[in-house]
């Protein structure tokens, strides 16, 4: 629960007020465009256009922090191999929950792009531990809905042991769920724990055909190309 604190007004002079004016837009935009672009993620499922959706998801937990750099620079070298006119691109973190924090076809401008990208994953979230449930829920409900096919890539380092049994469960029901969608291709989980990945394994045991664990890091465009016509995702 967050608490609202009114502390007495302090007169500053119009130049103060302008510039914490502007301020206040500029760090409000990137949450604006958020909503706004989960708007269009809401009609896109329903009238959607493109044939190809990329579902990603990086975990900003701190035990997969030192890891964002380079999943962020994979995902961003993915916009020089991918069609930008056929290819939807969903982009949200996840830790102790789940944010939307892209939904648009791959954007023009790579720079924009990333700062606004950065920007939205520097937040620290005060409960540290990985809900992948949370996620897989969610792409499980908005998968049923889409149109065309769809490649997930989930980048973490797969600790969850905050999960807990009914977590596991979750996790488990969402992937039975993905198993009877054929529009769901392939689910690339880049960078899991080698420690960690037989428990993540069996809880997305029901869609196995379906996911790879990449031994060259993030997955490039050439293999995300392919991974649209998985014929294992009929």
Same mark, same amino acid.
């Given at each position: 629960?967050?608490?609202?604190?009114?502390?007495?007004?302090?007169?500053?002079?119009?130049?103060?007020?302008?510039?914490?004016?502007?301020?206040?837009?500029?760090?409000?935009?990137?949450?604006?465009?958020?909503?706004?672009?989960?708007?269009?993620?809401?009609?896109?499922?329903?009238?959607?256009?493109?044939?190809?959706?990329?579902?990603?998801?990086?975990?900003?937990?701190?035990?997969?922090?030192?890891?964002?750099?380079?999943?962020?620079?994979?995902?961003?070298?993915?916009?020089?191999?991918?069609?930008?006119?056929?290819?939807?691109?969903?982009?949200?973190?996840?830790?102790?929950?789940?944010?939307?924090?892209?939904?648009?076809?791959?954007?023009?401008? #790579? +720079?924009?792009?990333? %700062?606004?990208?950065?920007?939205? @994953?520097? !937040?620290?979230?005060?409960?540290? &531990?990985?809900? =992948?449930?949370?996620?897989?829920?969610?792409?499980?409900?908005?998968?049923?809905?889409?149109?065309?096919?769809?490649?997930?890539?989930?980048?973490?380092?797969?600790?969850?042991?905050?999960?807990?049994?009914?977590?596991?469960?979750?996790?488990?029901?969402?992937?039975?769920?993905?198993?009877?969608?054929?529009?769901?291709?392939?689910?690339?989980?880049?960078?899991?724990?080698?420690?960690?990945?037989?428990?993540? #394994? +069996?809880?997305?045991? %029901?869609?196995?055909?379906?996911? @790879?664990? !990449?031994?060259?890091?993030?997955? &490039?465009?050439? =293999?995300?190309?392919?991974?649209?016509?998985?014929?294992?995702?009929?």
């Amino acid at each position: 629960m967050t608490t609202k604190h009114n502390p007495t007004p302090v007169k500053t002079d119009n130049r103060f007020a302008i510039i914490g004016a502007v301020l206040g837009l500029v760090i409000a935009l990137p949450i604006c465009l958020t909503r706004e672009s989960r708007d269009r993620h809401r009609l896109h499922l329903t009238e959607q256009t493109s044939p190809r959706v990329l579902d990603v998801c990086l975990d900003t937990s701190i035990s997969n922090r030192n890891a964002l750099p380079w999943e962020v620079k994979g995902l961003n070298q993915l916009q020089d191999g991918l069609d930008p006119n056929e290819t939807w691109l969903d982009i949200s973190r996840i830790d102790s929950s789940l944010q939307d924090l892209y939904s648009d076809l791959l954007p023009d401008s #790579s +720079e924009t792009f990333l %700062a606004n990208l950065t920007a939205n @994953l520097k !937040p620290v979230s005060k409960v540290d &531990n990985t809900y =992948l449930s949370l996620y897989f829920t969610e792409l499980a409900k908005r998968a049923k809905d889409c149109k065309g096919n769809i490649v997930v890539i989930v980048a973490s380092d797969a600790y969850c042991e905050g999960e807990g049994p009914e977590g596991h469960r979750k996790l488990a029901e969402a992937a039975r769920v993905l198993a009877k969608n054929p529009r769901v291709k392939r689910v690339f989980l880049v960078g899991t724990n080698p420690a960690n990945r037989a428990m993540i #394994s +069996e809880d997305l045991s %029901a869609i196995k055909d379906r996911v @790879l664990f !990449p031994e060259n890091g993030f997955p &490039n465009a050439t =293999l995300i190309d392919a991974s649209f016509d998985n014929a294992e995702g009929r």
